[in-house]
């Protein structure tokens, strides 16, 4: 059994072209992988990944210089482990993006629902929130062979 959505994602997206170093991002690949229906604009839906696609390359700044450094023009290059003909860095690199911008656009939840109703699921939402937020963060700490925490003794 397929699932019908009443609000259909439009066709024929453009993916988001990404710096030389990094993939491109497939909006319509988005929108199926983390469940987002039509009821979000390309528009919105391509402001707000564009501006965590700028977060992940930003937090990737450093690492992605390293890898320069050593020769390897594209994240692709990049030796990793393949898992479904794909290179694990792909992965988790489209893993970060996708949770940052599902994150983004759960954040702004009530611009779609201003009822009661609205404000009541954005105030459930935090957990989810965080929970895509922490995903994010750990696949950009596996993209650069970081654990995913840091702790300190003061």
Known sequence: MKFITANPPPEN????VNTNFWPSVDLADLRDVMR???TVSTQRLRHIA???????NGELF???DEQKDKGYSSLSAVPADSIGGHS???FRYKQA?????KAGLLE???DYDATNSGNQKAEEMPDSIDDLRRDA?????EIQGLPHSTIELI
């Open 13 to 16: 997206e453009e993916p988001i």
């Open 36 to 38: 987002i229906d039509g």
């Open 50 to 56: 564009l501006n965590e696609i700028a977060s992940v």
């Open 62 to 64: 450093v690492w992605r």
């Open 88 to 90: 694990i860095h792909l």
């Open 97 to 101: 993006v996708y949770c940052k911008t």
């Open 108 to 110: 702004r939840y009530r």
């Open 137 to 141: 963060a750990w696949a950009i700490s």
